[in-house]
Structures are given as structure tokens and as C-alpha cells.
């Protein structure tokens, strides 16, 4: 079965450093996410995507936060300036239309920490 | 306002016992959708099961089944005979323009 794919798993990096997320989504899919876990927490709405523009975020994607579809088939998430309290799990999410009855199939996360 | 309440932030069962896991949401659109997942320990998000708001049957599959009432507004996960490889944090989410997750009810089922 296709799967959405986040690489690294794991990321450290110091305080105030950028850090790039990646994610490939399902091949088909047209809509993409990205969402964040603060450990012990729930899960929480960061971006959605589609047609190389952003179609809702939330008030956690503030100016730190970017999204990019670089090419075909990558969607990744840029934090600039990182602060402790983003270490987090981030995962990526993709659909095949904004149609709620398909369900948003969701990577396996990247752990991220700041230092 | 769109909201997902899950009340129960641990259970423990023993192995064999049924469990139900509850889910409130609170929504003002008509058309909507529910979804459970689980998170095992190893961190990552696995779909279990989605529904519409205008589709109120019951839904088994094996172990699982789900209980979806619109007059309480609510999506209740019941496991039968539950193992410890159920052993995940759940969450139940509302879709209408965005995923909003409740907080999860952790579940540990000792053997």
C-alpha cells in the first residue's frame, strides 16, 4: 500500500538554527499537511497545501514556518530561527482531494529537538 | 467552535476485557467526518476508521466497533476482548475544513 514518507526520523538541532523537514507524499495525492505533536500532547493542525499554495494554516504557522514544493514529488517544512519549544513530532499528511471522506494518510513523523 | 473531547486520559484493562473509548465533538457544520487513529508506542499515526455525519450505522471490524450517535454527538470506540498489542494512545478527530484531534486516551492493557 503507498505510504506518505518523512525523512529524517529523528532531527537535533541548536537553538536558532533552520531545520528542513521532508516529506513524499502519495503519488496521487493533490492535498498536503503538516501537523505537530508536542510530546504528551495532541496532535495539531500546522498547514494544508494545494496547488502550490497554502490553503489554510493555523495561528502555530506563524512567520517561522514555511512550506515548499520543491519539485514532483517532495512537500517540506521550513523553521527558521528554532526555539526549544518547537521540538516536537511533525507529521506530514496527504489526501487525494480537500473531500473530507478521504482520509489524510499520515507519515510516520520526524521527532524533532532543539537543543 | 470545533472540538473534540476525550475524557478519559488513561485506561488500564486486563487482557480479554472489552473497553470503550469515548469521543464528543462539537461542530456547527452539517457535513462532517470522524475519524479514530492510533498511536502506538513507536509514535506514528495509523487510520482506523472514518464516517460521515450523514451515515449513522454501527461499524465492525474484528475486534473493533463503533458506536457514531448524532443526537449526543458522539463516536464511541469499543474493543472486545482487547490485547496488549492495543496497547496505544487513540485519538478521535472531526474533519470539516481541517483535522482538529481530541487528546487522546491512552490505553494500556496489562496481560
Known amino acids: 500500500e503507498p505510504e506518505v514518507t518523512q525523512t529524517p526520523s529523528h532531527q537535533v538541532t541548536q537553538m536558532g538554527q533552520e531545520v528542513i523537514l521532508r516529506c513524499v507524499p502519495i503519488?496521487?495525492?493533490?492535498?498536503f499537511y503538516w501537523y505537530r505533536q508536542i510530546l504528551g500532547q495532541k496532535v495539531e493542525f500546522l498547514v494544508s497545501?494545494?496547488?502550490?499554495?497554502?490553503?489554510?494554516k493555523s495561528e502555530i504557522f506563524d512567520d517561522q514556518f514555511s512550506v515548499e514544493r520543491p519539485d514532483g514529488s517532495n512537500f517540506t517544512l521550513k523553521i527558521r530561527s528554532t526555539k526549544l519549544e518547537d521540538s516536537a513530532m511533525y507529521f506530514c499528511?496527504?489526501?487525494?482531494?480537500?473531500?473530507?471522506?478521504?482520509?489524510?494518510?499520515f507519515g510516520d513523523g520526524t521527532r524533532l529537538s532543539i537543543l | 467552535a470545533q472540538k473534540v473531547t476525550q475524557a478519559q486520559t488513561e485506561i488500564s484493562v486486563v487482557e480479554k476485557e472489552d473497553v470503550t473509548l469515548d469521543c464528543v465533538y462539537e461542530t456547527r457544520d452539517t457535513t462532517y467526518y470522524l475519524f479514530w487513529y492510533k498511536q502506538p508506542p513507536s509514535g506514528e499515526l495509523v487510520f482506523l476508521i472514518r464516517r460521515n455525519s450523514f451515515d449513522e450505522q454501527n461499524e465492525i471490524s474484528g475486534r473493533y466497533s463503533w458506536n457514531f450517535q448524532k443526537s449526543t454527538s458522539s463516536f464511541n470506540f469499543t474493543i472486545t476482548a482487547s490485547q496488549v498489542v492495543d496497547s496505544a494512545v487513540y485519538f478521535c478527530?472531526?474533519?470539516?475544513?481541517?483535522?482538529?484531534f481530541g487528546t487522546g486516551t491512552r490505553l494500556q492493557v496489562f496481560p
Open positions: 478527530a472531526l474533519m470539516t475544513d481541517k483535522l482538529i
Open positions: 503519488s496521487n495525492h493533490l492535498y
Open positions: 497545501f494545494y496547488n502550490n499554495e497554502i490553503s489554510e
Open positions: 499528511a496527504s489526501s487525494e482531494d480537500s473531500a473530507s471522506n478521504q482520509p489524510q494518510h
